[in-house]
């Protein structure tokens, strides 16, 4: 969960939250607000449009959730496909919706997750049930739209783009211009990015109305507790210099990789050198598979 860099001086109640929502936060042991989510949701609760430069564990998922969940609580009728977040990758989809469904636990908040590697029959169930919040990467939310009988966004009040920077790359970029084409302009949209680039200030001129701008990060910020350090090394022996950094270090380690194939590539060889690598990655479609993976670190 994202919970870190607590604000001692205002509690969720008093950023006007309601009294169902603080609950929820207490159960998750949400004690206080972070800067992101104390900047942005009064904000976000009078009903404005947000920017939020903040990195991944600031606490974004909150500052975005919370008002979203508020404003169906408030709304005089249940809608289904109130909410819609897009998100760059499955497992950052997956984790959005599990904290939307942590927060709703109280008040039955139903939920979708969209996304590849997943059989569409079963997201078509999903979606049958009318959930108030879609959870999507927008490649597989166009299919959706595009084949699901029924399925449209017509109702959609709430538009969060979550990591922006990320969602405007090449292999998204035209899903999400169909998107945009398809759903409400009378929304409240919320854009989240860890970086101001071109791009995103283009989409933010497209898709936003008189935004709130918030900056809990600057433009090369970190959560305070990561440490750094940057090596250069000789692309032609970076296996060597990985090795040896790895054996240097004690405990456990993680390698990231570009592509899903290279963590095979690494984890393969690291064996063969002697060291216990396990690799874990996107295309890792059963979740049995990934805990397996995890309890061989």
Not at 19 to 43: F, G, M, R, Y
Not at 59 to 69: R, V, Y
Not at 87 to 94: D, F, N, Y
Request: hydrophobic letters at 40%; aromatic letters at 6%; proline letters at 4%.
């Amino acid at each position: 969960m994202e919970e870190e860099n607590h604000e001692e001086s205002v509690s969720f109640k008093e950023l006007g939250v309601c009294d169902a929502l603080v609950e929820a936060c207490t159960a998750l042991h949400w004690e206080s607000p972070t800067k992101i989510q104390a900047e942005a949701i009064p904000h976000a609760l009078q009903g404005k449009d947000i920017i939020g430069v903040a990195q991944t564990g600031s606490g974004k998922t909150g500052a975005f959730a919370l008002p979203i969940i508020q404003a169906l609580l408030d709304a005089k009728t249940t809608s289904p496909f109130f909410g819609l977040v897009l998100a760059p990758t499955r497992e950052l989809a997956i984790q959005i919706a599990e904290q939307f469904e942590a927060l709703g636990s109280g008040i039955s908040l139903k939920t979708a997750v969209l996304i590849g590697g997943v059989d569409m029959n079963h997201q078509q169930l999903a979606l049958a049930k009318r959930p108030h919040i879609v959870v999507a990467t927008p490649g597989r939310l166009m299919d959706h739209l595009t084949n699901t009988k029924g399925f449209s966004l017509r109702t959609l009040k709430y538009l969060v783009l979550d990591e922006a920077d990320r969602l405007l790359n090449e292999e998204f970029e035209k899903s999400l211009d169909d998107i945009l084409k398809v759903i409400p302009l009378e929304r409240r949209t919320y854009l989240f990015s860890a970086t101001m680039t071109k791009k995103v200030k283009k989409l933010q001129r497209a898709c936003l109305r008189n935004p709130v701008k918030i900056e809990s990060a600057s433009k090369y910020s970190t959560v305070d507790t990561l440490k750094e350090q940057f090596l250069f090394i000789p692309a032609k022996y970076k296996d060597c210099y990985l090795l040896y950094v790895l054996m240097e270090q004690s405990g456990s380690s993680m390698v990231f990789t570009q592509k899903c194939e290279t963590t095979q590539v690494i984890a393969l060889m690291l064996r063969n050198l002697g060291l216990r690598a396990v690799p874990i990655n996107g295309k890792m479609t059963q979740t049995g598979k990934k805990i397996w993976s995890i309890k061989q670190i």
